[in-house]
């Protein structure tokens, strides 16, 4: 018999770790699979964390006690999933120093807490994987569907937090992106685990065709991924839509600058200056675009209640132009009652009069309000949360939530920063009076000011580009601090502006897809078949294996 080869050495040193040792083992190659994530989208990184995540439950002990299984490999997963999790979402802890002497003590629940408690749902796709696990290429199928199940949960449950979900690591390649318009983000997860896990076989296969099938399998998966997706795209731009001009207009406004009051009237010169700068040497500004748009929370006031505000903003808008902004709103209590504050997008017009309003539904959980069963807890301590509104922001009304309509623009499918990160969540559901309007675009205006120039913002760049691909909608993308962007249908960067950087934007409309995607229509629908299909194709391994 030949000497192993490095490979099966490693396989075997990782697979006899126990206690601590393999605890440490599941951490770092969870931190080292986040590489896989914007902005470095190094996807062999995921093949190396996946492939020891393999090897791991390989080595889990087997015994009488099957539950005794099940938690070694629930631990194994937690602790790849804290490692994955912690290196991914690190930037978190910029948000707590942003008012440092309020938040910074709380800086570790983000940076590892919260890394510590998403865990939990990795443990659950280990143990799950486990359960239907095999020797051979069955494993590999049996950690994708446990892994793509445990993503989902973790898009779902509790308000969602879809952050560097698994498929991220190909859906911010723009020919593998294409897939999600089929499958959507979670389908992609099933596939990167399938094809990142494959090559843990090269190391551990009984015979020469096991260990290498898998692995030329995942390689044929992905190279047609990449065909398909160059076959979708058109060889040239996309059409724009006619008598559109946008200017997207990128502040850079420092976040401890940006919320404070007495800065307001600095704040709204730089807004209205901005938006009419001659973008170029053969532009004159505001009249060579219809709409100009701002982002997220774009004032440290209520410009709803401040009518000199709203007098000074109309002025600078000349006749036809319309403005799109971010900004904080209340609404009117009643008597005895407190007002109830939204996070908003507000639109306006030389008038000045207020045209429609899109609440923001899906808030950030501590950052935008306190959780109801830790509220009153919480500020008892005199804990709040991060934006200073009295008592937290007010979710729109989901049964409500609409397509914003803005004159002179297609049918808008709002969204307000990280809502743009949830699949099949971006156009509203059918109501009580048929289905809504189809949109025309993504809007999402955000704040990225939070965590400075880390990873954090090109994530969610990357995040709402991929729904652009999933809805076959562009997307119009204006953040405080960048990246700013127009995004056509198929995930192409038509313009953006980088991460802190001032200036303005300008670029045409591009239209939407002739035909609704599958996923648009369908929604995860189809990832729920695959996932089917893959525990089918699990639980026959493991029985002929039996």
């Known amino acids: 018999m030949p000497a192993p080869g490095p490979l099966a050495l490693l396989a075997q040193w990782v697979m006899l770790s126990a206690g601590w040792r393999r605890l440490l083992v599941a951490y770092c190659a969870g931190a080292f699979g986040a590489l896989a994530m914007p902005p470095f989208g190094a996807l062999p990184a995921l093949a190396v964390a996946l492939s020891v995540a393999v090897w791991l439950l390989d080595g889990a002990p087997t015994g009488r006690r099957a539950w005794h299984t099940l938690r070694t490999a629930g631990l194994i997963g937690w602790a790849w999933g804290f490692g994955y999790l912690t290196a991914g979402l690190w930037w978190l802890g910029s948000a707590f120093l942003v008012e440092a002497e309020e938040f910074a003590w709380a800086l570790p629940l983000g940076v590892i807490g919260l890394p510590a408690v998403l865990g939990v749902f990795y443990g659950f796709g280990f143990a799950l994987a486990r359960l239907v696990w095999s020797p051979g290429a069955g494993r590999v199928l049996a950690l994708a569907f446990g892994l793509a199940a445990c993503e989902w949960l973790r898009g779902h449950l509790f308000t969602g937090f879809p952050w560097n979900t698994l498929g991220m690591a190909l859906g911010q390649n723009l020919w593998l992106m294409q897939s999600a318009a089929g499958i959507g983000l979670y389908g992609l997860t099933l596939l990167a685990v399938l094809i990142a896990a494959a090559p843990a076989t090269l190391a551990t296969g009984a015979s020469p065709s096991a260990r290498l099938v898998p692995t030329v399998l995942a390689g044929i998966v992905l190279g047609s991924m990449a065909l398909l997706g160059a076959a979708r795209l058109p060889a040239g731009p996309d059409a724009t839509v006619a008598g559109i001009r946008l200017r997207l207009v990128q502040p850079n406004l420092n976040q401890d600058a940006k919320f404070r009051p007495e800065n307001r009237e600095d704040i709204l010169d730089r807004y209205i200056e901005l938006s009419d700068r001659a973008a170029a040497p053969d532009r ?240 995860d629908a189809p990832f729920a078949i695959l996932l089917g299909l893959t525990l089918i194709l699990a639980l026959t391994a493991r029985r002929r294996s039996a």
């Open 284 to 523: 004159s500004g505001l009249s060579d675009v219809t709409h100009v748009i701002w982002p997220e929370s774009a004032f440290p006031f209520l410009i709803q209640r401040d009518p000199a505000a709203l007098a000074r903003i109309a002025a600078a808008l000349p006749p036809g132009k319309q403005l799109i902004t971010g900004a904080a709103r209340a609404d009117t209590p009643l008597p005895g009652e407190r007002p109830h504050f939204f996070n908003a997008i507000l639109t306006l017009a030389a008038g000045p009069k207020l045209g429609e309003v899109y609440d923001k539904v899906h808030l950030v959980p501590f950052g935008e309000y306190l959780p109801g069963p830790l509220d009153a807890f919480l500020r008892a301590l005199h804990i709040r949360q991060f934006v200073s509104i009295p008592g937290g922001f007010t979710a729109g009304d989901r049964a409500r939530q609409r397509i914003l309509s803005v004159p002179g623009l297609p049918p808008i499918a709002a969204t307000i920063c990280y809502e743009a990160i949830f699949p099949g969540a971006i156009v509203p559901e059918a109501g009580p009076s048929g289905p809504p309007p189809v949109p025309g675009l993504i809007l999402n205006l955000t704040n990225d000011a939070w965590f400075g120039d880390t990873p954090g913002p090109r994530q969610h760049f990357a995040q709402a580009r991929l729904r652009a691909v999933e809805e076959g909608l562009p997307l119009v993308r204006d953040a405080n601090t960048g990246i700013s962007a127009v995004v056509d249908a198929h995930g192409r960067i038509v313009a953006s502006l980088p991460v802190g950087v001032e200036g303005v934007l300008d670029a045409d409309l591009p239209v939407r897809l002739a035909d609704r995607t599958p996923y648009a229509r369908f929604g």
